[in-house]
Structures are given as C-alpha cells and as structure tokens.
C-alpha cells in the first residue's frame, strides 16, 4: 500500500478552467501536507503547505479532510504557465524525523 | 544564491566507472536527502541524514554511499555503475523540527550511464 496516492491523469484543460486535484495518505499520524510543483526536467519546487483550516493563495486552494485522509488542490482560471506535475507531500511524524512522502504526481496540460 | 545546489547537473559515464555527485545547503537546515528520480518520474527517497547523522537508508545498492562532511554538505558516491543506475538524482534539504518543514530541492543531477 503506498503511503500517498495520486490520480495520475493526465490533466487535459482549455485556458480558464478549473481543476481539482486529489490525494490520499495512508498514516493518519502524518504531520504536515504540501503541494509541489515540478515543470519538465526541473527540480520539485514548493507550490503551497496545506493547513488545516484550508488556505488560499491567489488562483490555488489547497483543502485537508484528515478524518477521511485527503488533500485537495483546486486551480481556478487555468493558465498555460500552470502546465506541469503536480505533487502531494506529506511528512510523517515519528523516529524518521519527519520523512516525507511524495505522491507519483499528477500531469496537468493547460492548453491554448 | 542558490539555497541547494548540487554538481554536476549532467554526468554521463561508463559502466563500471565510480562517480559522486556533490551537493551543498546555505538554508541552515538540519536535514538533507537524497531521492531518485526515474523515467517514469517517481520521486524514491535514497537516504537522509539529520545533523550529519544517517537517519533513512532505504533499500538501495551498497554501491551507493553518501557522506556527510558537515550538515551543510550531502554528497553521494557510486560505485561501478550500472546501466540501471540511469536518472535524475535530486538533493534536497528541510528544516525537519520547524512547524511544516518543507524541502528544497537542487537543480538535480541527471547520471547516464552508457
């Protein structure tokens, strides 16, 4: 059973849409949850954390169901710059100080 | 200036041949990674080390040895590539006891072996 799951896509959508990704994480002690962008032959870079109370970052809402262990990102008015892999992370708490797990990614196309 | 940066970002090599890759942190952080990254792009967790101590060691060929000279520096040596060794070999480093210890990633090392 993998720690964190992602629906692969890939994500298809016109300019201006909006999109939603999901995630679900297996260790319900886990501790902090982030999303991740990585363009194509790039490093991952930090999109946003997740918090509890759902939070907001221009276009991009990040969402935390812990009772169902679930992890939202919803991207409003689609740009062609959005077009990239999409990652949940979680960091589990416990002896591993704080190993983090990372989703396989989902594939997002914004297209013209 | 760059937070993580690891060298070399390309390395093409033989079979049978040793190389390392080094990688260095200027965030202050406490802990430092290694992840492969293959060609169907999942990220896999190599080793960690927090405070230049090893933390996580996951499954992976004794032929790989990282070294942590101080907790700023992570370098990774392998020994008599394979062609299976062929990916993206990222750095990263995290802050793991502040709240949310997010990663930060190098530019990544991009190894093929031929």
């Known amino acids: 059973r993998k720690e964190v799951e992602q629906d692969p896509g890939p994500f298809n959508v016109p300019e201006g849409a909006t999109v939603a990704f999901n995630c679900t994480y297996s260790n319900s002690a886990s501790q902090s949850f982030f999303w991740y962008r990585q363009d194509c032959r790039k490093e991952p870079k930090l999109l946003m954390s997740?918090?509890?109370s759902g939070n907001e970052d221009g276009r991009f809402t990040a969402q935390l169901n812990r009772a169902s262990q679930y992890i939202s990102l919803l991207i409003r008015d689609s740009k062609l710059s959005d077009s990239a892999t999409y990652l949940c992370?979680?960091?589990?708490?416990?002896?591993?100080?704080?190993?983090?797990?990372f989703g396989r990614g989902t594939q997002l196309t914004v297209w013209p | 200036d760059t937070a993580v940066s690891q060298t070399p970002k390309y390395l093409v090599t033989q079979m049978g041949n040793d190389k390392s890759i080094k990688c260095e942190q200027n965030l202050g952080h406490d802990t430092m990674y290694w992840y492969k990254q293959d060609s169907k792009k999942f990220l896999k967790i190599m080793f960690s080390?927090?405070?230049?101590?090893?933390?996580i060691n996951e499954t992976v060929p004794n032929r790989f040895s990282p070294k942590s000279p101080d907790k700023a520096h992570l370098n990774l040596h392998i020994n008599s590539l394979e062609l299976g060794d062929s990916a993206v070999y990222f750095c990263?480093?995290?802050?793991?006891?502040?709240?949310?210890?997010?990663?930060?990633f190098g530019q990544g090392t991009r190894l093929t072996v031929v």
């Open positions: 080390y927090n405070n230049k101590e090893l933390i």
């Open positions: 997740v918090y509890s």
């Open positions: 990263a480093s995290s802050q793991v006891r502040a709240l949310g210890g997010e990663a930060f």
């Open positions: 992370v979680v960091r589990d708490r416990g002896s591993t100080l704080g190993r983090l797990y």
